[in-house]
């Protein structure tokens, strides 16, 4: 499966971007789906996740309450709703697959090594 991951850019703290992450080669239904980022300087970082049939979410501390995560399976595409930006929002963002359809079990959450197909990344600065 490619994954294509598209929408950052430049924003003012407290505004908002929509970020999509497009899948082809194999329905994204299959895979519970990922975003990461990775600031500057910094290690990769998980942001969210959705299970693949879309009854599960989870969100990093950081962003929970101001960033939403949701699939299209019609579509082929999961997306990142991302309000209320914060200047430590700006990383380069990922999309991935996971192995698995779920995004925790048993109190665990997926590892990123457990997430296999990776999209190319889209930038996001937050700044004034």
């Known amino acids: 499966v490619q994954l294509q991951a598209f929408g950052g850019g430049l924003v003012q703290p407290g505004g908002s971007l929509r970020l999509s992450c497009e899948a082809s080669?194999?329905?994204?239904?299959?895979?519970?789906i990922g975003w990461f980022r990775q600031a500057p300087g910094k290690e990769r970082e998980v942001v969210s996740c959705?299970?693949?049939?879309?009854?599960?979410?989870l969100y990093a501390d950081s962003v929970h309450g101001r960033f939403t995560i949701s699939r299209d399976n019609a579509k082929n595409t999961v997306y990142l709703q991302m309000d209320s930006l914060k200047p430590e929002d700006t990383a380069v963002y990922y999309c991935?697959?996971?192995?698995?359809?779920?995004?925790?079990?048993?109190?665990?959450?997926?590892?990123?090594?457990?997430?296999?197909?990776w999209g190319q990344g889209t930038e996001v600065t937050v700044s004034s």
């Open positions: 959705i299970s693949s049939d879309d009854s599960g979410t």
């Open positions: 991935a697959t996971s192995i698995w359809t779920y995004c925790s079990a048993r109190g665990r959450n997926v590892p990123e090594y457990e997430y296999d197909y």
């Open positions: 080669g194999r329905p994204l239904s299959h895979y519970a």
